[in-house]
């Protein structure tokens, strides 16, 4: 993204919706062998915090590119946990890790074909990999935000195919057996989100998805642009109560 448009604040909105899909992935990590860990886009730091104690690790390191993110995140630092500014795309570690873990992080990043191999490679003999990535792009709630936002800003808008990188379920566990994860766990699972209003899904677009949008709009275009993205989605799932179905990806591997 061009600049930082994370809002930690607007995020945690449905705090407990989106920790949900960590501890299912954190559930996949066999807990033995665990020393080190490195959670590759580790937001606010409070989760980096419970896996560290989840697993009794000796060294756990949280790794994002959010300024406002990370400023949350101090409060969770000590113990064995630390946070560092880095992009994954360009984090190159010293040493490898037992645990390499990234929960709603690398949608961001293009080319998962490259990328997910590049990642594996951080991983040490014998160690873990967990990934979760949302694949809810065919969802009204991106579609439409897509479709507007070519509409309203012909050619400004640039990376706008965030997710899209997002692959089949099968072809990660694919990925992960030619890389020497023979020992792998794949899954599609769906996460059902009861919302008082359809308007509530924008709220959640707003803490996510919505910040691509924002970091490249000036402020008053933003706000025109989630004016009619909340017309038009509103007009599509309705008003009234709304179960929001997010499809999301787990994937777990254990390197041979």
Not at 46 to 74: F, I, N, P, V, W
Not at 119 to 136: D, E, F, H, T
Request: glycine residues 8%; proline residues 6%; charged residues 25%.
């Amino acid at each position: 993204m061009s600049q930082d448009s994370w809002n930690p604040g607007q995020y945690e909105k449905f705090k407990n919706e989106r920790s949900r899909p960590f501890h299912d992935l954190a559930a996949l990590v066999d807990p033995k062998g665990v020393r080190t860990i490195v959670d590759l886009g580790c937001g606010t730091g409070e989760l980096t915090k419970l896996l560290h104690a989840k697993l009794k690790a000796q060294r756990t390191l949280g790794t994002d590119s959010s300024a406002q993110m990370l400023d949350k995140a101090k409060a969770f630092a000590g113990e064995g946990v630390e946070f560092v500014m880095s992009p994954i795309e360009s984090f190159e570690p010293y040493l490898p890790f037992d645990l390499v873990f990234t929960n709603a992080a690398l949608q961001w990043l293009p080319n998962h074909r490259e990328l997910i191999p590049r990642v594996l490679k951080w991983v040490a003999p014998r160690g873990q990999i967990a990934i979760q990535v949302p694949a809810n792009f065919d969802h009204p709630s991106h579609t439409i935000a897509h479709a507007l936002g070519q509409e309203m800003f012909p050619g400004k808008l640039s990376g706008m195919a965030k997710g899209r990188s997002v692959l089949d379920v099968a072809e990660y566990a694919a990925i992960l057996f030619r890389a020497g994860f023979e020992e792998n766990r794949c899954r599609l699972e769906v996460y059902l989100h009861p919302m008082a209003s359809g308007r509530d899904v924008v709220e959640w677009t707003k803490g996510t998805m919505l910040t691509a949008f924002q970091s490249q709009l000036s402020p008053d275009e933003f706000e025109g642009f989630v004016a009619e993205y909340a017309k038009r989605l509103v007009a599509e799932i309705g008003e009234g109560p709304y179960l929001y179905a997010f499809k999301r990806i787990l994937v777990w591997g254990r390197r041979s």
